[in-house]
């Protein structure tokens, strides 16, 4: 299997200080930076920055957001996570990350999606009953803008193109898109259908159940016409000396985003023990020792011939030292040993395949 991609996913989260309030949405930003310098210089491939639109998240903006990280950073690759497309304009959107991809040297990448929140509907004056209707036409356009050519489209959402350019074009190659996806067989046939590459959204339960969209995947990609294209994953997690420690420091910020969230969504509460379970082998929590995520991660990958794995380090309330911290063992030991394990289990595949 190919060399995987390890990267981060922040939303900007908004974090407390020592005095136990809230920071502004300003002052996470700005941390947010000094996370992406971090991540910079300990080797990550990737950071992806996502757009949302309440009080929670610091976030509306994230590609002036990276391209401040570009001229920060040197190789990390930069992204969203996600643009919600629904609510936004695909040609402005092309735009802003073509722009992007310009002032990082080519370092920009976008992942589309629907998004989990629907704040931006109302804010920016659309229909939620559009809900499915507005991305399938926004997205036809993106791919249209995307391909580099003179525009001629028309849909449901905006008036029609005959023949229109869109600037600033990619100075090389393609923009690199990815559909994000949480849980639904269309949004991995429509990824399919446009050649996009997948990143699939694992926030709860085994991250294996996800092996049969890996396989309607690969095989809408041939019905369509197009080779294998990468595959992703994002889930949240985070990385302290000890599986303990890291527990016990994502514990109580795990507890008040979710049970947040949970008020507004009709959930219970996490409990403890469900908590423990999301961290276990078996679930979504990338939460340990840098042995036991590397572990967990290195399995995931096998399991759904990963391209990419993006943690996504922050935690509601987390601090900004413990992040920090976090990112620093990814970097310096999560990735590395995670790097090793899938050498080594390609090196017996390999083995156990060859004749005697």
Wanted: charged fraction near 25%; aromatic fraction near 8%; avoid cysteine.
């Amino acid at each position: 299997m190919e060399k995987l991609e390890l990267g981060l996913d922040t939303f900007g989260d908004r974090t407390r200080g020592t005095d136990g309030k809230p920071a502004s949405h300003a002052e996470v930003i700005r941390n947010l930076l000094e996370q992406a310098e971090l991540a910079d210089r300990v080797g990550l491939a990737f950071i992806g920055v996502g757009e949302h639109h309440r009080d929670d998240f610091a976030v509306s903006a994230p590609e002036v957001v990276l391209a401040a990280i570009a001229s920060r950073t040197k190789q990390i690759r930069l992204g969203s996570a996600v643009t919600v497309l629904s609510s936004d304009d695909p040609i402005r959107v092309f735009q802003r990350f073509s722009t992007l991809d310009a002032v990082s040297g080519g370092r920009a990448e976008v992942i589309l999606g629907r998004g989990s929140f629907t704040e931006s509907f109302p804010l920016f004056g659309f229909e939620l009953a559009r809900y499915e209707e507005l991305f399938e036409d926004k997205l036809s356009l993106f791919a249209k803008v995307r391909a580099g050519t003179p525009v001629t489209w028309s849909g449901s959402t905006r008036p029609p193109l005959e023949n229109q350019s869109v600037y600033p074009p990619i100075e090389h190659g393609l923009l690199r898109t990815w559909i994000g996806v949480g849980g639904s067989p269309e949004s991995v046939v429509r990824a399919a259908h446009y050649g996009f590459d997948l990143m699939l959204a694992i926030i709860g339960g085994d991250p294996a159940r996800f092996a049969g969209y890996v396989e309607l995947y690969r095989e809408a990609l041939e019905k369509f016409g197009f080779g294998r294209r990468p595959i992703g994953v994002h889930s949240p997690g985070h990385v302290a000396a000890t599986d303990e420690q890291a527990r016990e420091e994502l514990w109580p910020h795990f507890l008040a985003m979710r049970t947040k969230i949970g008020a507004e969504r009709g959930w219970a509460p996490p409990s403890r023990a469900q908590f423990e379970n999301e961290a276990g082998p078996r679930g979504a929590l990338f939460v340990g020792s840098p042995e036991t995520v590397a572990q967990k991660i290195a399995a995931t990958a096998r399991t759904l011939s990963l391209s990419r794995f993006d943690l996504k380090y922050s935690n509601g309330p987390m601090p900004h030292e413990q992040m920090l911290k976090s990112i620093e063992l990814i970097g310096t030991k999560v990735a590395p040993r995670v790097h090793e394990l899938l050498a080594r289990s390609g090196a017996e595949s390999h083995a156990a395949a060859a004749p005697p």
